[in-house]
């Protein structure tokens, strides 16, 4: 079926607008950065002598050698242990068909349906009882389970889709379940593995609530998460705001522009598995 030239059109039309709708924020943030510190830029206005050095002082102000390590140790924290975790479940529940797996299942992608802001008063109260409020695992442990269900439903739809015949043959070859899932399995999802990484790293980088409810010292949280707190200190300094928001982001969109690939046919993937 041929597609029109008026189809064909209006669909660029439509992909330029929703580029332009995206880009513009973050141009019209970098433009009000690069003004005197102290001003208030309107729109779009690129300043007469651009001040690079709001970059240098806002990284200085915001203290982000500090948040670097915090935020890298949190994403170091929660990534291998839920990709662990994830994986094991997935595979136990989609190759292995363990008894209940239709009920952990549902469990799992009930999950999903949770509202996040409705469940971290009670992961509040929870912290302050054992004692972990105001640490680095006030943000680690809650994260793992957070992304527990779609981590699982994830890994499960990669392992629901593997032929049956690659285990059959591992079995007639003495393969136990242990070396079934290590030798075998794991290498081959090497892919989704590296994708659900990615996506898990970048969501850990940039947690905002997380870190701003449960933890009080700017230093313990992710670099999103202090953002609150250098807004609240900076806020009627808008270039400088707009400066540490740019540092806070760009460890992100440079993991995306680098990985884009990967997370694009990773997400396709599951939109055709699932």
Request: net charge positive.
């Amino acid at each position: 079926m041929s597609v029109s030239r008026v189809e064909l059109w209006s669909g660029r039309a439509l992909l330029v607008a929703l580029m332009a709708f995206t880009i513009l924020p973050f141009i019209s943030i970098f433009t009000t950065a690069l003004h005197p510190s102290g001003t208030v830029p309107s729109g779009l206005e690129w300043p007469a002598e651009p001040q690079w050095s709001n970059f240098v002082e806002a990284f200085k102000v915001a203290n982000m050698t500090t948040l670097l390590a915090s935020s890298a140790f949190i994403v170091l924290a929660v990534v291998p242990v839920s990709l662990v975790i994830s994986t094991m479940a997935g595979f136990a529940i989609g190759l292995l068909r363990i008894r209940g797996a239709n009920v952990l299942l549902f469990l799992f992608v009930f999950g999903l349906t949770l509202p996040f802001p409705g469940i971290i008063i009670p992961i509040y109260f929870l912290e302050r009882a054992i004692g972990i409020y105001n640490t680095r695992l006030a943000i680690v442990l809650p994260l793992i389970a957070l992304y527990m269900p779609f981590a699982v439903f994830w890994m499960r739809a990669h392992f629901v889709n593997m032929p049956s015949e690659i285990s059959e043959a591992a079995r007639v070859d003495g393969a136990t379940t242990w070396g079934l899932f290590w030798r075998i399995h794991v290498p081959l999802a090497r892919a989704p593995l590296a994708s659900l990484g990615i996506l898990m790293s970048i969501w850990t980088w940039n947690q905002f609530l997380l870190a701003l409810v449960l933890v009080e010292d700017p230093t313990q949280r992710t670099m999103a998460g202090a953002l609150g707190a250098f807004q609240g200190h900076y806020a009627t300094d808008i270039p400088l705001l707009c400066a540490g928001t740019i540092l806070i982001l760009l460890p992100t969109l440079v993991l995306f522009v680098l990985f884009q690939r990967q997370i694009i046919t990773a997400l396709l993937q599951g939109s055709i598995k699932g």
